[in-house]
């Protein structure tokens, strides 16, 4: 993976070098200087999404108790959206649609919001090919996943309390 990452870095360096220099007057140090930075912030993105995740989690001023796993997952998926090779619509849009669907069927949001971020880890891991994306986001959903246990057990006995506002 590493050596296809700094092959491809490389060739993408070699193809946008000239337009960088004819269009933006940029010099060759330029180029190397923007190329290197853009390939150490998308670790450094994907640290921080999985950082605010836990954060948002188990925020430090609240005991460790409390947050919002789900919409922090939600905003994370959407830059890892923006940060995919390929079908970054796709990986975007796929679950937002099964979060609506499914809660517009069973009126649960604990299971629309396992249910997306479940289905959003298979379209990472399945349509782009960054691992250190599908697997900053399975983390994610992991964490999703594990903070919502009551509410598993309680989707499992049927006692899991439903919206009424969707109709």
């Known amino acids: 993976m590493i050596i296809n990452m700094c092959i491809g870095s490389a060739y993408a360096w070699s193809v946008f070098q000239n337009p960088l220099i004819s269009m933006f007057g940029w010099s060759t140090s330029d180029t190397s200087l923007a190329f290197t930075l853009s390939l150490s912030l998308v670790p450094v993105a994907i640290i921080a999404g999985v950082a605010t995740s836990l954060g948002h989690c188990y925020p430090l001023f609240a ?3 409390g947050g ?3 919409s922090t997952a939600a905003g994370y998926l959407l830059a890892l959206s923006f940060l995919s090779e390929t079908n970054g619509w796709i990986i975007g849009v ?8 499914l809660l517009k069927l069973f009126k649960m949001v604990s299971l629309a919001s396992i249910s997306a971020v ?6 990472l891991f399945t349509l782009q090919s960054n691992f250190m994306i ?4 399975a983390i994610v959903a ?3 996943i594990a903070r919502h246990h009551e509410n598993i057990g309680r989707i499992m006995a049927g006692t899991e309390r439903k919206i009424k506002w969707m109709g």
């Not at 796929?94 to 669907?101: A, K, N, Q």
């Not at 479940?118 to 379209?123: G, K, N, P, S």
């Not at 599908?134 to 986001?137: C, I, L």
């Open 63 to 65: 005991k460790f108790k």
């Open 94 to 101: 796929i679950p937002i649609i099964v979060f609506f669907g």
């Open 134 to 137: 599908s697997g900053s986001f």
């Open 118 to 123: 479940t289905v959003a880890t298979i379209l």
């Open 68 to 70: 919002k796993a789900v």
């Open 142 to 144: 992991a964490i999703v």
